[in-house]
């Protein structure tokens, strides 16, 4: 059997059924034994753009994506994306096609587990023809299992060689981690004595039988319920759904949040961002951090108290300890009102909630003016237009805060968050990989000026999959990031300012519908495509007041 055979029967085997990449050469066999075992194959038109994809593809998918790279500037050219991947810890195997061992001088020699590495990804590679599937498994497993980027180096006499089927190697699943009794004892205690808890559940908690946990134990402390940006809508439909904690808070859950006397991380890891360089979390509070990784406990805050488990597992674990807590009479158990009467729950404040909690909710002044949009005027009527079935993915820049705190989603699946590198250029891909892998939902990617034009070649890629998606540009012919960031204290700005480029006869010529935006008014033709909803997407080009930053940057640059 040939190499590149073996590799498609046992990757298909293992679930792979969808593969994203640009081919060339090196990996042109490997992918189409792959869609000759039936995996669906997309064609990206830039690696970058296919790593992206399959990145978010993954994420909601919940499984390992596949990325098929040609050698040298095939894996160079999709670093970015990658590097994204690794450090969102998404289950990703990176099918690199590499020069063969003797081809020392050959134009597309590069170091490729040495790259990987760099990037944060873990190398892998295919040793020999006689144990090829061996370690394309094990690559597989581990992506999937300790959900790493693994970049699988495929040298190309390792492909051509022939092997025989040495069937899959077995399982061995791993068992989620079981708290250890005394840690998850301690914060049963803690729990028990809360009078304001509050939960911030992070991406290690992005799932609905973490959910369903979390709430359970939360109902039985009176906890309210937050998530970091990774996990945004976790908890959505929840009347104690803060949203999510950090610099996107509204001003209501910052309150709340920061007045917390217990705050427990669920698979948080309680970084900057989530806590606002720790303004967020009060002088008095006790900080309870729960991962499955121990390693992640204290990284970037120390906690009074860690506890090393399965999210799901540790919030039943608690949950059941709890329940045989001695508890002191709570405050609000004497108002019949109160709802349920414990810990930082009531009446009063689940009206509080149901008013004041959303972004939307807090009042601002409208700055749009006749030539240009408010960009939270803009997002609010987004909100009201767009169905509320949507995945929102969010590309990097000052613009970034609104469609994150404006607009909301239906649940954790509901919210792409390409953001652990903090590259531009990377959701108009994320969207499309959103898009192919929850074609139920409406998919809406929502990107800067800057960032649309540096991605721009996937276009032919939404437009050649015929994806009914939505692309809204936050255009202020800028790098706004950098003009609010440097602008201030007076230097120049030529190097981040650009003349006007019209976006929607750009996305016209790539086949889409579009439409540029100057005021809510203008948004007519994008609710009658959704009406509609062809089988190609529509870009909204809004053109957006920009007179100052986003507040949340500020935030941002204290980070740099
Ligand atoms: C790949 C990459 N290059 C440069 C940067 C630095 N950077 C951060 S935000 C930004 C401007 C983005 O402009 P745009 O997409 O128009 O969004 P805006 O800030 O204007 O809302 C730049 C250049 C980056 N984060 N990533
Ligand atoms: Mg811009």
Not at 218 to 246: E, H, I, M, Q, Y
Not at 293 to 310: F, K, M, N, Q, T
Not at 468 to 492: K, L, N, R, S, T
Request: aromatic share 6%; with cysteine.
């Amino acid at each position: 059997m040939l190499v590149t055979e073996a590799l498609a029967t046992a990757l298909t085997g293992l679930g792979a059924d969808t593969v994203f990449g640009v081919v060339g050469s090196g990996n042109f066999h490997v992918t189409n034994a792959l869609i000759a075992h039936g995996a669906r194959y997309v064609a990206a038109r830039h690696e970058c753009g296919a790593a992206s994809m399959a990145d978010a593809w993954a994420r909601l998918a919940g499984r390992p994506g596949l990325l098929s790279l040609h050698q040298g500037p095939g894996i160079t050219n999709a670093l970015t994306g990658i590097t994204e991947a690794a450090k969102s810890r998404t289950p990703l195997l990176v099918l690199a096609a590499d020069v063969s061992a003797g081809a020392v001088t050959s134009n597309f020699r590069i170091d490729v587990a040495a790259i990987a590495a760099a990037t944060g990804a873990t190398p892998a590679r295919l040793h020999s023809a006689g144990f090829a599937v061996d370690d394309a498994v094990r690559a597989y497993r581990i992506a999937r299992d300790e959900r790493r980027t693994v970049v699988l180096a495929l040298p190309l006499d390792v492909q051509a060689g022939e092997c025989t089927w040495p069937g899959v190697p077995a399982e061995r699943p791993a068992a989620p981690l079981e708290p250890a009794a005394g840690p998850a004892g301690q914060l049963a205690a803690l729990l028990a004595g809360a009078v304001r808890p509050v939960f911030l559940a992070g991406r290690g908690a992005r799932s609905g039988s973490a959910r369903a946990a979390l709430e359970r134990l939360a109902d039985s402390c009176g906890a309210l319920l937050a998530t970091s940006a990774a996990a945004k809508g976790l908890f959505r439909g929840s009347p104690w759904d803060l949203d999510v904690s950090g610099g996107f808070a509204s001003p209501l859950a910052a309150e709340l949040i920061g007045a917390a006397d217990v705050l427990v991380g669920w698979g948080c890891s309680l970084n900057m961002w989530t806590t606002r360089h720790g303004h967020l979390v009060g002088q008095d509070t006790t900080v309870v951090q729960v991962d499955c990784e121990s390693d992640a406990i204290g990284r970037h805050r120390p906690p009074h108290l860690g506890v090393v488990g399965d999210v799901t597992l540790t919030a039943d674990a608690v949950a059941t300890l709890l329940a045989s807590e001695p508890r002191a009479p709570l405050a609000g158990q004497v108002d019949p009102e109160d709802l349920p009467g414990t810990g930082y729950r009531s009446a009063a404040l689940r009206d509080r909630l149901a008013t004041g909690i959303r972004w939307r909710d807090v009042p601002f002044d409208d700055t749009s003016d006749r030539d240009r949009i408010d960009p939270r005027s803009l997002t609010i009527a987004l909100d009201d237009v767009l169905p509320a079935e949507r995945i929102v993915a969010v590309d990097s820049g000052n613009f970034m805060g609104y469609p994150s705190m404006f607009l909301s989603v239906p649940d954790q699946d509901g919210f792409c968050f390409t953001q652990a590198y903090q590259s531009i250029g990377l959701g108009l891909a994320s969207a499309i990989g959103s898009a192919v892998a929850r074609p139920d939902r409406l998919t809406v990617a929502t990107l800067g000026d800057g960032g649309a034009l540096m991605g721009i070649s996937e276009l032919e890629t939404a437009v050649r999959l015929a994806l009914p998606m939505v692309i809204v540009v936050y255009d202020d012919q800028a790098y706004g990031a950098e003009v609010h960031h440097f602008g201030p204290d007076g230097h120049p700005l030529d190097t981040v300012r650009f003349p006007p480029a019209d976006l929607a006869a750009i996305a016209g010529g790539f086949g889409c519908d579009a439409v540029t935006v100057r005021s809510v008014a203008d948004l007519e033709p994008l609710r009658a495509w959704l009406e509609a909803r062809p089988p190609r997407p529509i870009l909204v080009d809004a053109q957006v007041t920009a007179d100052r930053g986003a507040w949340w940057l500020e935030e941002a640059f204290r980070g740099h």
